[in-house]
């Protein structure tokens, strides 16, 4: 039912803030009734038909049903009938007339017939009782088979693109399928069947051709189930051979090839499908067949691989029903209804990046934040001392409030500073002005624009959502966030309530204890910069502090039904935040150790395709097959034992600490003393506040905090080093991401396999559940499934009701970003399939996906045609390639940067500093000659030594460098740069996004949820204050006592 939408005016809001909650309620407690009616109606209906064929008398134990009175009435008179007809003939002696034979002598009753009753009426019950069990059965496989024709169905529609791919897009890729054919065949022989429908399964079915005869080398090393690859590979190979008669037998084939692929769509104006292969082949009798009724679906396509039974299903779709799911580009709407503009204008996704002004000021910020980080970095290598090792590291690191500028260095260095400076200035001056480029007008703002946007969601009070699982954004109203919010903190078991004065309190706590942290680690000298770290969130004012306390607030699952929430608890800026990251930092590395861990669906990858298990086995006379078995960690974090998943973590640090030899035993105790301390930091005592409420999590890891996935990680390590199951043969395989489990296991049956981890995975306080399968089982965002041989293959997974958001075409994202993404899928692709022909038909559905986004087809098919292969070859690759060394500018996308030149800059810098180098060793063969080979090489410039003799050497006075970065030269000493390492060091410029719609959705999504809550804040505020002490000051020393 859908609830109504009642307006009302804002100063009536204002006036009276619970009207809103109580008509929210009413229509609440009206459904409650509604549905507890409807139970109960039902209820009553099963238990009428249950009475119906009672035997026994459910009021009287020992008395008769109706049911059982009205069939002994019917036996009664049956028997009533049979025993009146039941004769049998009487003989007497035989006689001399008869000649021995027996004489008859008339029929008497039969009184068998009343045995017989009396048999069958003490048999009635277990027959009727067996009957019911067998009609109970049939009926459980036929739901059981309808449940897995309906999951097939989705299955295959989910394979179905749901997005804008154009007709004349089609045609183009249809002539140049055609065009392809024709050059490789000749003109005669290579027409493409005109009744063919203009449609996607065209190219999907036919994508292996296409790509086996552009390139068909590649494919045939590729492909490792032989087909059109390895058949494209052998037509090569007898072409340079040049022999005659096999290119004959290599043209026949491929003629033969392209008459099944025209054969196949024969007939499918009217959605039928003419196969030649086996596994396709079609039934004349199968006329009942409909696509969106699963239950006419026949049986057979429950035994064939997933892929055929999808294929199956999608060919036979109407036309119609197929374009009409590639045109779903709309917005998930839950419990509202957008006007369609303003579903079409979110439907560009959050990932659309709003156009920014012509900014050149962008690029001498850049220049001058890169000059002074520059000077830092080389002023403080050149103190280092011998021996001394950098301890510095980036993920510690403060930013500080402001930063002093570095005062230039030597003069040599200062060249090349000056050189890049001229570069930047020709740039800059040849950059077009904002006039000459066509200014504002050439800029695209949405339609309707933003603010119209905003004006209507929060007039509405409306959210912009991100989905779980990632399958697009999503609008819901106010009301059902705060309903599902509440429904989640009103759990007595999860969350507590608290006033202001616990929740200062509390801050109070955490604050004091986040110092103890930070003056242990600076007397222990533990690391240099975790002093400063461990207190980079406190403040000294209280409502800064209260204002940090992260906000509650839910995701909707659109893929259950009814749509349900799962909760969010941003921790980026609590307290107790540095003490997480800490000990989420320290488990870093006995996390990559840890065995059962699957770290990505690449790990994933490497992992499987290092196996090699038959699908059956014999063991002990018992044939077992090979199961896909997938588990899931109910609601994982909340019902984690804490201090034993501390116990565990620390355990496990101890150990990983014991294995290595660079890190003292004094040492390593001070950090497992400091990551015990931070262990209770960060998991004791989470706040969050929602609609001017404050709450605390009772129980389980801390949600939002950066520890909880490594501790729930190592938790359920823990329970698994210590099973037994996990070493038994029958277990193939067994991995964990987090929550989501996956095994391989020989097993009789899918129950014997599920129980089989049932019984021997377990988690403490935590409940697991499993499903098997000797088909196909879906994990992350793969399909693992038994291809024909009944080998393990995998390939991508699609998640239903995914609207497949990408960076649209009109984004302000550089173009180099698009590509850089589209390429990036590629790659995710290929990592998600086993096989060559799932990785070709996924490029084609990401192509058509990214077309669908408005992404001219014609570059979508130039970067597939360059990618596609350097990808699939590189999928299982273990190491990534070594990170260079750069200088990086550091700035935002803008358009001003698509007419500057990094490399330009980075020429002129580097040869001002060899021009630098050379000049001040002029005249010092032995010094030059233990140089950069470089310097040797540059050509000498009088203008450079002139400006050397102006400023009267290399060296400022005062400089305390140290001995080994300094040089001697002709006109006294200079400053190595290239023991620096600049001359080798490539330049990038580093561009971070400007606003996106998913900024402004989370702003948005502020206003409309913290709108009301306000008031109720100043009230707790001002009730808080009236019980404070007057001289109380909300200080940092005031809250330590000191």
């Known amino acids: 039912m859908k609830v109504p939408t009642v307006q009302y005016v804002k100063s009536f809001i204002v006036a009276n803030p619970d009207v809103p909650n109580a008509f929210d309620a009413s229509v609440s407690t009206f459904q409650d009734e509604l549905l507890t009616h409807a139970i109960q109606l039902k209820t009553a209906e099963v238990n009428f038909l249950r009475q119906s064929i009672a035997l026994a008398d459910p009021e009287d134990a020992n008395g008769a049903s109706p049911a059982f009175t009205s069939l002994l009435e019917r036996l009664n008179e049956r028997f009533d009938s049979v025993h009146r007809n039941a004769k049998k003939a009487v003989f007497g002696p035989p006689t001399e007339e008869t000649h021995g034979r027996s004489t008859f002598q008339g029929w008497v009753q039969d009184d068998s017939v009343v045995s017989e009753y009396a048999a069958f009426v003490a048999d009635v019950p ?13 009926l459980l496989a036929e739901e059981t088979k309808a449940e897995k024709k309906r999951n097939l169905k989705e299955s295959a529609m989910m394979d179905v693109d749901e997005h804008i791919t154009a007709k004349s897009i089609q045609s183009t890729i249809d002539k140049r399928v055609a065009q392809l054919l024709s050059d490789k065949k000749g003109k005669s022989k290579a027409k493409v069947s005109g009744d063919s429908p203009n449609h996607r399964i065209n190219t999907l079915l036919m994508v292996e051709s296409w790509i086996a005869l552009e390139t068909g080398k590649a494919c045939g090393k590729a492909s490792e189930s032989g087909g059109l690859g390895v058949e494209a590979e052998a037509t090569r190979k007898r072409s340079r051979e040049g022999t005659s008669r096999e290119e004959s037998q290599g043209t026949a084939r491929r003629r033969i090839s392209i008459e099944e692929s025209e054969e196949r769509f024969k007939g499918e104006r009217q959605g039928e499908l003419t196969v030649s292969s086996p596994a396709l082949s079609l039934r004349d009798d199968e006329s009942s067949f409909r696509w969106d009724h699963p239950l006419t679906y026949p049986d057979w396509l429950l035994t064939v691989p997933l892929h055929v039974a999808q294929r199956y299903i999608v060919a036979r779709t109407p036309i119609v029903v197929l374009e009409s799911l590639r045109y779903r580009a709309t917005i998930h709407e839950i419990e509202c209804s957008l006007p369609r503009e303003i579903g079409l204008h979110l439907s560009v996704g959050f990932k659309y990046m709003l156009p920014t002004k012509f900014n050149t000021d962008l690029i001498w910020k850049a220049w001058d934040d890169f000059v002074d980080r520059l000077r830092w970095s080389c002023f403080w290598k050149a103190q280092a001392l011998d021996g001394l090792e950098d301890d510095f590291d980036p993920d510690y690191y403060v930013r500080p409030i402001s930063r002093k500028r570095c005062g230039p260095l030597d003069w040599a260095f200062e060249h090349g500073i000056k050189c ?33 946007l905003k004006s209507y969601l929060t007039s509405h009070e409306l959210v912009v959502l991100a989905t779980d699982k990632n399958l697009g954004c999503a609008v819901a109203p106010r009301s059902w966030i705060v309903d599902k919010t509440y429904s989640l903190l009103n759990s007595e078991l999860d969350y507590v309530e608290l006033d202001i004065k616990d929740v200062l309190s509390i801050l109070r706590q955490k604050v004091r204890v986040m110092t103890d942290l930070s003056q242990w680690a600076s007397v222990k000298d533990v690391q240099p910069q975790l002093p400063d770290y461990f207190m980079s969130q406190l403040s000294e004012d209280e409502d800064d502090l209260l204002r940090h306390i992260p906000r509650f607030y839910v995701i909707p699952k659109i893929h259950k039904t009814p749509t349900a929430a799962r909760p969010i ?65 109910v609601a994982f974090y909340p019902n984690v034992n804490v201090p034993l998943a501390h116990d565990c973590a620390l355990a496990a640090l101890a150990h990983w600490f014991s294995l290595q030899d660079n890190i003292s035993v004094d040492k390593a105790s001070e950090y497992l003393h400091l990551f015990r301390e931070c262990l209770s930091a960060a998991d004791d005592n989470l706040l969050c ?3 001017g409420k404050y709450f605390k999590q009772k129980r389980g890891l801390a949600m939002g905090v950066a520890s909880s996935p490594d501790l729930a990680n190592l938790y359920g390590v823990w329970h698994e080093l210590r099973s037994e199951v996990l070493k038994s043969p029958d277990v193939a395989f067994y991995g964990r991401y987090i929550d989501d489990v996956l095994a391989l296991v020989y097993a009789t049956s899918e129950t014997n396999a599920v129980n089989l981890l049932r019984e021997g995975v377990q988690f403490t306080d935590c409940t697991l559940t499993w499903s098997a399968s000797n088909q196909f089982m879906p994990f992350l965002d793969m399909t693992l499934y038994f291809d024909k041989s009944k080998r393990l293959q995998w390939k991508p997974y699609r998640k239903p009701l995914n609207h497949f958001e990408r960076i649209p075409w009109i984004s302000s994202h550089p173009l180099y970003v698009k590509k850089g993404t589209f390429i990036g899928e590629l790659s995710r692709m290929a990592t998600l399939s086993s096989q060559f022909d799932d990785f070709a038909d996924a490029c084609k559905e990401v192509a058509d996906i990214y077309i669908a986004r408005g992404y001219p087809p014609m570059l979508i098919a130039n970067w597939l045609k360059q990618n596609y292969q350097t990808r699939w070859d590189t999928r299982l690759r273990e190491t990534s390639p070594p990170r260079a060394d750069v200088l990086v500018l550091k700035s935002e996308y803008n358009i001003s940067w698509d007419f500057f030149n990094v490399r330009k800059l980075e020429e002129q810098m580097k040869n001002g500093w060899l021009e630098a180098l050379r000049v001040s060793t002029f005249g010092r063969a032995d010094t030059i000659q233990d140089l950069h080979p470089a310097v040797s090489k540059t050509k000498f410039k009088n203008t450079v030594l002139t400006d050397l003799r102006r400023n009267g050497g290399t060296l400022p006075p005062g400089s305390e460098f140290h001995p080994s970065m300094v040089g001697e030269g002709a006109y006294g000493q200079f400053y190595r740069l290239d023991k620096l390492g600049l001359l080798d060091r ?14 402004l959705a989370a702003a948005w999504r502020k206003s409309v949820l913290t709108r009301h809550d306000r008031q109720v804040v100043k009230v707790l505020h001002r009730k808080d204050d009236t019980d404070r002490d007057p001289s109380h000051q909300t200080t940092l020393d005031m809250w330590l006592n000191i």
Do not use: W
């Not at 001056?429 to 800029?443: N, Y």
């Open 986 to 999: 490539r330049f990038l410029v580093s561009k971070k996004r400007t606003t996106e719609i998913i900024d």
């Open 569 to 633: 608890i941003p921790c980026h800026s609590v307290v107790q935040g540095p003490a997480g990251k800490f000990v989420s930092k320290m488990l870093r590395p006995v996390i990559e150790s840890a065995p059962f861990i699957i770290h990505g669906t690449k790990d994933l990858s490497l992992k499987l395709n290092k196996l090699s298990l038959p699908y059956v086995k014999l063991d002990n006379g018992v044939l077992k097959r090979l199961y896909i078995v997938s588990g899931d960690v």
């Open 689 to 691: 506040q929602f609609d």
């Open 420 to 452: 890049g400076g001229r570069a930047i200035v020709s740039m800059v001056s040849q950059i077009p002005s904002d006039v000459q480029t066509g200014g504002s007008s050439t800029i695209r703002t949405p339609s309707p624009p933003v603010s119209v």
């Open 126 to 138: 277990a027959i009727i009782t067996r009957a019911i069990a067998i009609v109970d059965d049939a």
